[in-house]
């Protein structure tokens, strides 16, 4: 697994930088230097470490997992570990499996025409914009909903940690059914920087972040430290812990009911700002530091002992210990990748329309108004649309893959006949007086816009069906997210290996 990681680590270090000598089958030379340098080291080597010890999990026990990517800029930590798996010289084949694939991969990473330096919708098995903070949590919550047999593995970076919507995620945990719902494993990764500055959570101390995340309901497990021989077996198995504790949460659930919250397991991951990097540049410190946040030798072009360090430091992963004569990765580390769907990178969830199923749907003329002269009849649309909402769930109870998602609004809003035949999902403590609350309920209300959007985002990104209501005046908190989303949907119906998927209904009201 270290070596994988190696190998993982090197293809992360060539896209930022090479243009060409993919392997350094001969001395680096300035020509092989892309002209212009972008993409972020910072954040890659706790993303890799964290995708090759999930890979083991998945081997070891045919887990059904996938991977979102908080953080900002993990492009090329994600680009590489699919490319390891082969997924991604099966989505482009021109991007073979080879020294000539690999140079390819290496020129297109954050090139005019090429892919982002973020984790996006090119990248198989991304249903997540690494590039939009905020919002990891509440699509990953939205995946989980109604996927009993999935863990969705969401890893916080500790800048996006200071984010409002992020903050506001961590209460989905209350809305989490372990009997009918998949898991989240939230993977709080703090490297201590943002792009100049500390961040807030990794310069607080693992007291006060275990008080933080406790106080949300979770099980916290801290793993930190930067020798890579002792954070393998402890990470190896915390996650092993992380994994038991979740199917005993649901075999429990599934088995006796669910009768208040539980405690979901969480981890903690401390590992030094671009770790594995230059320990330092013409005497300045650099890894640990907010200096390895981008490119930390961002001057070998013109700048010789920068070149050499670039050499050595790539030459450190033993590209030619990892790597066989044609460029394919070494038969025994290809052989810790999972099998078919399994591997993240092709894993059915995180391409959701292969997985949708259409909803079956009324016809909305039978909920026309009867109207015999202008004028007499007083009636409100929306407690119309109600009637046929109601039906919609009741048509589809079966097959469960329908969620109304609204800030608290639902009866405002005349939707209240929806309550005829469903719930509000709350798991927790109920109480008398409560109305409509129960934990297997589907109208899913929380007093904020971007988990209500966010979470149906993540529902139907893994081919589900559900509807956003809210005020026109407070969609404009979510707004963002919503031309996020339509970016997404811009590029993916270019991409024919990804299926379309269900379509973001909003309704907003109390217009004008």
């Known amino acids: 697994m270290q070596r994988y990681w190696q190998a993982a680590n090197y293809l992360t270090i060539g896209q930022i930088y090479l243009q060409d000598n993919p392997l350094l089958r001969e001395p680096l030379q300035v020509e092989h230097i892309k002209p212009r340098l972008l993409g972020h080291w910072e954040t890659s080597p706790g993303l890799r470490f964290i995708y090759v010890h999930l890979n083991r999990l998945i081997t070891e026990r045919d887990a059904q997992v996938i991977y979102l990517a908080g953080p900002g800029h993990g492009g090329p930590a994600i680009l590489a570990t699919v490319y390891l798996e082969v997924t991604y010289s099966e989505v482009y084949p021109d991007v073979s499996e080879d020294f000539a694939g690999m140079r390819l991969l290496f020129r297109r990473f954050s090139t005019p025409g090429g892919v982002p330096s973020h984790v996006s919708v090119p990248t198989p098995g991304s249903i997540h914009e690494g590039g939009e903070l905020s919002y990891v949590l509440t ?16 890893v916080v970076g500790d800048g996006e940690a200071e984010t409002g919507p992020l903050e506001g995620s961590w209460k989905s945990v209350h809305f989490l059914n372990p009997a009918r719902d998949g898991a989240v494993l939230p993977i709080l990764h703090l490297n201590g920087y943002k792009i100049a500055n500390p961040t807030v959570l990794g310069r607080t101390s693992d007291a006060d972040v275990r008080a933080m995340l406790e106080g949300h309901g979770y099980d916290v497990h801290f793993v930190e430290g930067d020798d890579p021989a002792l954070m393998h077996q ?30 979901w397991p969480a981890i903690v991951l401390r590992t030094p700002k671009g770790w ?14 907010f200096r390895a946040h981008q490119v930390p030798l961002s001057d070998v072009r013109t700048d010789p002992d920068q070149l050499k360090q670039l050499e050595s430091w790539l030459r450190g992963y033993e590209p030619e210990t990892v790597f066989d004569e044609t460029g394919r990765l070494a038969p025994s580390l290809a052989a810790l990748s999972p099998k078919g769907d399994r591997r993240m990178g092709a894993n059915p969830y995180a391409n959701g329309g292969t997985l949708a199923v259409d909803l079956d749907l009324p016809d909305f003329r039978e909920y026309a108004l009867p109207v015999e002269q202008p004028a007499v009849v007083r009636a409100e649309s929306t407690r119309r649309l109600a009637e046929m909402l109601r039906d919609v769930f009741t048509r589809n109870a079966a097959q469960g893959n329908f969620r109304i998602f609204s800030p608290d609004e639902a009866n405002s809003n005349r939707l209240g006949p929806v309550f005829e035949v469903e719930n509000r999902c709350f798991v927790g403590r109920r109480i008398p007086g409560d109305e409509h609350l129960s934990p297997d309920g589907r109208v899913m209300e929380v007093l904020s816009e971007h988990l209500c959007e966010g979470w149906l985002e993540g529902y139907i990104l893994t081919g589900r069906h559900g509807l956003y209501v809210t005020y026109e005046a407070f969609a404009m908190v979510s707004a963002s997210m919503t031309v996020q989303h339509a970016k997404w949907l811009e590029e993916a119906v270019n991409l024919p290996w990804r ?3 269900p379509s973001l209904n909003i309704l907003l009201t109390s217009t004008c």
């Open 276 to 289: 594995t990097g230059p320990q330092s540049v013409h005497g300045v410190p650099v890894e640990g530091t």
């Open 499 to 501: 299926d379309p998927i």
């Open 234 to 263: 402890v990470f190896a198995a915390t996650l092993d812990t992380c994994y038991e504790r979740i199917r005993d949460i649901q075999r429990d659930a599934r088995e006796n009911g669910v009768s208040d919250r539980v405690r």
């Open 139 to 154: 699509h990953a919550f939205g995946a989980a909903f109604d996927n009993p047999d999935l863990i969705v593995a969401a």
